[in-house]
């Protein structure tokens, strides 16, 4: 099942797709799965949902399949999902120009019942969210020697690439776990007791009712930015006015100060913390140079993901 709207709107949305599927508590059972993403304002916006018997290979490949019929084989899509092993068989197949990736919630879970050991979780998460490559390696090589079984497990039968943000090859934003598809199935706890076709309609009801009460929000915004995108800027606008820029030539700036000096570039969007051009949106150091040309200058700094009027 899958709205004209949600359809629609999903070609303002990041690319990034979270799935997940949750049982049914119905007399009929089965299970229901979903396909998500976030919209700019970091709300959950459903794309595709359906219901199989239970989550296995042929299953998620139909669902897969029907979700390819509703957006197209697309450039730049991301899947993030908990590691079930039919998501991931599924993805390759059906999207072929698609990137898949590992919630690295899940992937510390998995740590912490496999090997019992709390601090290669602490350093797994640090490795994880790591955005320079040289923060990344020598983190990781710091577990691999207190924890050589850890690093074996995550190296080989893992695979960085989906889980260490710095390793990733697309473009996940910020999008680190499924949370965006687990609120959503927390939302429908009473409703996977209904029957199907109740349980469907009330699916509709939810998004109709999202829907417009975003709408009615967001035709109140006075900002260029989402609200929560705005809220997150004005947090970071008073760590950047601590720091001290020096403007190289037209677009680049050493920003010093915080403990590390960065090199940006305004024009081409990225700052060598990595945090600019990986989540798309202006780091503390990006910030102090925007500050240095006017306070309107780091709206241009954002995605277009990020925007109102988008």
């Not at 229901?32 to 296995?56: F, H, K, M």
């Not at 999008?175 to 009330?202: D, F």
């Not at 081409?268 to 200058?297: D, Q, S, V, W, Y």
Request: net charge neutral.
């Amino acid at each position: 099942m899958a709205l004209g709207v949600s359809i629609r709107g999903f070609a303002c949305m990041r690319r990034v797709i979270g799935l997940d599927g949750t049982f049914l508590k119905s007399t009929c059972k089965g299970t229901l799965l979903v396909a998500t993403c976030q919209d700019g304002n970091y709300n959950c916006y459903p794309i595709v949902w359906g219901v199989v018997d239970s989550e296995r290979d042929e299953s998620w490949t139909w669902f897969l399949t029907q979700l390819k019929v509703a957006i197209g084989e697309l450039d730049g899509l991301v899947f993030i999902s908990d590691r079930h092993h039919s998501i991931q068989k599924g993805v390759a197949p059906v999207f072929l120009r698609a990137t898949y990736s590992a919630c690295y919630w899940h992937v510390g879970q998995n740590l912490r019942n496999r090997f019992k050991r709390k601090g290669a979780n602490t350093l797994f998460n640090q490795v994880a969210e790591a955005y320079k490559l040289s923060e990344f390696r020598a983190k990781f090589a710091e577990l691999e020697q207190r924890y050589p079984h850890v690093h074996e497990y995550l190296s080989n039968q893992v695979g960085v690439e989906k889980w260490a943000r710095s390793m990733f090859a697309g473009e996940r934003y910020n999008i680190m776990m499924t949370n965006i598809v687990e609120a959503l199935n927390s939302t429908l706890k009473r409703a996977r007791e209904y029957p199907l076709l109740l349980l469907l309609n009330s699916i509709v009801e939810k998004m109709v009712e999202w829907f417009n009460e975003r709408q009615e929000n967001a035709q109140n915004l006075t900002s260029p930015l989402t609200p929560e995108c705005e809220r997150w800027l004005r947090h970071v606008w008073g760590e950047a006015g601590m720091l001290a820029p020096t403007q190289i030539n037209a677009n680049e700036w050493v920003i010093q100060g915080g403990g590390y000096d960065a090199v940006v570039d305004l024009q081409k969007m990225t700052c060598t913390c990595k945090k600019f051009e990986l989540e798309k949106l202006p780091c503390e150091h990006a910030l102090r140079a925007a500050r240095e040309i006017g306070e309107n200058k780091f709206y241009e700094c954002c995605s277009i993901y990020y925007s109102v009027s988008y």
